[in-house]
């Protein structure tokens, strides 16, 4: 036997787990193949039912991040001279707990908070707002969910009474006669999920997109409505006007299981299809075939992605999207409906267990005195001790510093200096905390502005739950224990605990012990996780919440019967159509609009580590129609620099007629001078606090030879 | 805070709009609103109302219901119609004798059909002949539908917007409908002549008659000489008729601004922020003049209450109403037309690019000046509307070579063009030609075009191509998706 093949013989088994990265959660199985755990071969998980044994670049080459050698592996104190120096646990701690406690003493409770992530297990979102509001005292709580799936949060929350991302499992896609994705461009930013796709076409099914850009999505679809940005929300009314003129409602349904349709259909009125053309740039021929592919198909389901949620109207716009499904009859149906593709890992676990600041676990609401007396129980305090309603994520952080008042600020998981609208804007306002407390394996440009920065363990070092787009709860296994030097995000919030004078209620064994509290405090709630356990998880590939009871078999599909609300009915909204917060003007005449590549995931903090990804797409690049760039006089690979009211980036140009000439576009993968941030507007919608990440006006100019990727402040 | 009251005189589309932009303002905190309307039920969407002359309900296009108008606190009369404004004492007179204080009126008194003098066109009793119809309101549309009957005749007289549209649903409901034009052509205030005509062959495919460059001289009667029969044309001919449609335009209602005493043009004259010369009172919509221009479509009227919205409510000083850019859009089943800005080139350096495409019956021409769009027409090929709407709305400049914009397809997905390996952007093309050349499992391909080798997650569609495309002599690959 040579060596190979005896290093076979005791080649451990392969421990099942899940990606670190976007809401897809694509199972894969990681083998350590060394005694030291670094050698780690990652593949994808045949039998996990959602990527049924694919997984893209990213997650295939995700075990690069366990070893890298940019790793923090020791807790980080900045010096009076501005340098980072390693410190001790025990040093970082004290300190923290120090600096939070007279921080509270001085300013009081509310000056201090924390901003979570939608990359966080549900443990810990469930740990982290107990901790703020049981510890801190504080109710100021939000996380980069906000900047997700928030609008359609809201918009399905107002309309059904119940938010989860999809209704249906991923596998319905391919049953569905028509499927609209509007503002998703998946196959770039959750390609496995194409397979249910092409497997719905192969059936015969149509495919629709909606977007401005023609994406590798639109280039599948049998119909691409290439709309102009930010007029989601007209498009979305325009063709409910149609359907009523064509006489394509479901008028029983509407009566039997819908409230609110007469407002409804009297608002849209106005919505006759010459004037969106002429608002949304879609022909009145292609408006049509959408609407009627949509009513006639057996069944049909529009699935949104961010393009009409990161708006400043994002959740008005998702209402109108489900008063289309409504009207058309098609929510509850068998492969049909309304769903949202939420964006990040655990974008929707994160929003149902206290992380946000209007909510409590179990998506409780933290104004409803039911829901804070259910809480307030678990957690063994009065609930006039509960605070209230803190701010929303950019609020949040346009609030740090002496003027907003919050002076100390505890961040896991998120890179808020690229993440966020008016990207420097935020840059200046971290930078005027008196204690930044960073939670991260990485420094990223966030870190920067750090007081303390403390090394966590990743997550293939740690136990935890996550629920993917469907609702559908999920396991993660430990692969290999964190390095020595990196604790749990769970720990660190514990040891805070303790130093900060509560140890009752924040002491754990485990991430079960932290999700049986978790399901305790769920119980009854609308979100409710009381009958899932790690257990029932690994026999049945994820438990979907609701699930009551331990005997409860879960509940993939919603709405068969019976919405949310009291009485049952889902419920119309007559969402009127606004303009963009900025639109193009003589000053500034083009739109702006932001998205993603395949290759990073949101901030780039990770993937931007991965030489493979790199690579593949080394920097930003900004798509640009080929008339456009002759007027600017740019050529490919050239640099452009595109310029708002609120910064100006130098990009390399992408010359594409992909891309409607009106409009130009930059992901958001990268940080500093490349930040597509730096342009955007912080306007947010006033439902659900969601920025206007997808639309801004802006002016661009060929830099010239000597300009390439620089900055013009 | 005490509220202040405004009175707007009229419930058309444009005080319904002005009353949704007040609303979203916080209006109603600041005033207690009156409306004075005419009509029964609330306000309506009068561009719809060839749904109702087609059959449906009066209430599938109204917009507010009374209930509305109560629900927002803002009180409705539809019982006495407006007299006149007494600008000194500031208030509202009706003709029941009753006048209302207001601190601030809106004119929305909008518009009304013209009625051209022709012979026998009322009855004895002042009112329209039985069988001659305007068609203006939800009443007029009920009192139409009546009379319609499959087979019957219909002279519209009006080639307009107005008179075509009302003209497909009579000829729908299976009336002999004839138009009948003063102008040479159809839709002249929109379309030039030729575009006029190609349009009017259009029409013509839809079973519709139409007879432009004529005047109806007069109308006849039947026997007893109530009902009309018919009408005599200025060149001698007749045309039977149950019905005669009036559709030749509008003026707009000015009775009670000038009772008023307020400056009256065409319209009511009114400034940048909508305002009269007299202090308190401001007009808009169809009734109002604004830099010398009056407005008979929807669209202004609307730019025209989001402005006085905001100058009423003072959420935004400085906004203005500056004029709007034209545009119309014809589209009953098969006959598509779009008109933007203006018909003809008026300086010597205006640029023209006709499009003539005779055996279609299709037409396009722009009119482009320092390469911005100064107006187009589109009849019969209406595909590049979206786009040179919004670039003349924006005033964007236009590609150098104009056509561009008229050939450029509206994006549709080429099968071919297809990205089927997103990792390694592989399109369908570049497969099949792959498999033409002899790459006849997924494997081969996968080596050939390095489709399938980053996520995998094409693999299926790779399969299935190749059981497409591949020689049937071939062995036919293991995993296909369904």
Known sequence: ?713 | MIKKKLAIVGNGMGTCRLLDELVLREGTRRYEITVFGEERGGAYNRILLSRVLGGDSPDSIVTKTPEWYDRHGIRLIHTAKVTRLDTVRKSVLTEDGQSRRYDVVVLATGSQPLAPPIDGMFGSDGDLRSGVFVYRTIADCLRMRERARPREGAVVIGGGLLGLEAAKVLADRGLHVTVVQVAATLMNTQLDALGGEMLARQIAHHGIFVRTGKTVEGLYGDEANERVSGVFLDDGATLPADMVVLACGVRPRVEVAKASGLPVNKGVVVNDTLATEVPGVYAFGECAEHDGKTYGVVAPVWEQATVLAEVLTGKQRQARYRGSKLYTRLKVAGVDVASMGSLEPELDSDQVVQVIEERRNAYRKLIIRDGRLMGAMLVGNTAATATLVQMFDRGDPMPEEPLDILCSKPPSSDPAECVVCTCNKVTAAALRQAIAAGASSVDALSVATKAGTGCGSCKGELAQLVTLYAKKTEPLPLAVAN
């Open chain 1, 1 to 713: 036997m040579n060596p190979l093949q005896r290093l076979r013989a005791v080649t451990p088994e392969a421990t099942k787990t899940h990606c670190p990265y976007c809401a897809f959660q694509c199972g894969m199985e990681m083998t350590v193949r060394d005694r030291k755990g670094h050698d780690i071969e990652v593949t994808a998980d045949e039998a996990f039912p959602v990527n049924r044994g694919q997984m893209c670049i990213k997650g295939l080459t995700s075990a690069a991040l366990l070893e890298h050698p940019a790793r923090i592996r020791t807790p980080m104190l900045r010096e009076q001279d501005g340098r980072l120096a390693p410190v001790t646990w025990e040093t970082a701690l004290d300190f923290v707990a120090e600096r939070l406690r007279s921080l509270r003493a001085t300013y009081g409770p509310a000056s201090v908070g924390a901003f979570g992530s939608g990359a966080l297990t549900n443990e810990k979102a469930y740990l982290l707002g107990k901790f703020v509001r049981v510890v801190l005292r504080s109710p100021n709580v939000d996380y980069n969910g906000r900047y997700c799936m928030s609008s359609a949060a809201a918009g399905q929350n107002r309309a059904f009474g119940i938010d989860r991302g999809l209704p249906f499992p991923v596998s319905d896609i391919a049953k569905t006669g028509t499927l609209m994705l509007w503002g998703s461009n998946c196959a770039e930013t959750m390609p496995p999920i194409t397979q249910w796709i092409f497997e719905q076409k192969s059936a015969g099914g149509h495919l629709i997109v909606v977007d401005p850009r023609r994406t590798d999505t639109a280039r599948i679809a049998s119909l691409h409505l290439q709309l102009t940005p930010g007029t989601d929300l007209a498009l979305a009314n325009g063709l409910l006007h149609l359907a009523i003129e064509q006489k394509l409602i479901d008028e029983d349904y509407v009566a039997r299981r819908t409230e609110g349709f007469d407002d409804l259909r009297r608002s849209v009125l106005t919505s006759d299809p010459a004037r969106i053309e002429r608002l949304t740039g879609v022909p009145i021929e292609q408006q049509v075939r959408a609407v009627r592919l949509l009513a006639e198909s057996e069944s049909s389901m529009i699935l949104s992605g961010r393009g009409p949620e990161q708006q400043s109207k994002g959740s008005d716009t998702v209402l109108a999207l489900i008063n289309l499904m409504l009207a058309l009859g098609k929510v509850g149906k068998p492969a049909s409906g309304y769903g949202c593709l939420t964006g990040q890992g655990n974008g929707q676990g994160g929003r149902e267990h206290g992380q946000k600041a209007d909510q409590l676990p179990g998506y409780r609401l933290i104004e409803d005195p039911d829901d804070r007396r259910a809480i307030a129980a678990v957690w063994g305090i009065e609930p006039d001790e509960l605070p209230g309603k803190g701010k929303s994520a950019y609020e949040l952080l346009d609030s740090c510093g002496p003027q907003g008042g919050i002076r100390g600020l505890l961040v896991f998981g998120s890179n808020v200096v690229v993440s966020s609208p008016h990207a420097s804007n935020v840059e200046r306002r971290i930078r005027d905390l008196e204690l930044l407390v960073v939670c991260d394996s990485f420094q990223n440009e966030t870190t920067e502005a750090a007081h303390v920065i403390l090394p966590v363990a990743q997550w293939a070092e740690e136990e935890g739950t996550m629920t993917n787009l469907e609702g559908r709860v999920i396991l993660r296994q430990r692969v290999r224990p964190p390095p020595p030097g990196c604790k749990t995000d769970l720990a660190i919030l514990c040891e805070l605990a303790h130093r900060l004078g509560v140890s009752r209620g924040f002491q754990f064994e485990s991430a079960q012990d932290v999700f049986d509290e978790l399901r305790a405090a769920t119980a009854g709630g609308r979100a409710d996780y009381s009958g899932i356990t790690y257990e029932k998880i690994r026999l049945e590939q994820g438990v979907f919440w609701p699930c009551p009871s331990a005997g409860h078999p879960g509940t993939p599909r919603l709405f068969a019967d019976t919405f949310a609300h009291p009485g049952g009915r889902a419920r119309f909204h007559a969402v009127p159509y606004r303009p963009a917060e900025e639109v193009p003007d003589t000053e500034y005449p083009l739109y702006f609009t932001t998205g993603r590549y395949k290759e990073h995931y949101n901030s780039g903090a990770q993937t931007r580590l991965v030489q493979a990804l790199v690579d593949v797409r080394p920097e930003p690049r900004v798509q640009i129609h080929p008339r456009l760039a002759g007027k600017l006089g740019v050529a490919e690979g050239e640099g452009l620099v595109v310029q708002s009211r609120r910064g100006a980036v130098c990009f390399l140009a992408q010359i594409s007629t992909d891309i409607r000439a009106d409009t130009l576009f930059a992901p958001f993968h990268w940080g500093g001078r490349m930040a597509a941030n730096l342009l955007t507007i912080p306007a947010l919608d006033p439902v659900s606090g969601m920025p206007e990440f997808k639309v801004c006006a802006v002016r661009a100019r060929a830099a010239g030879p000597a300009h390439q990727n620089a900055t013009i402040a």
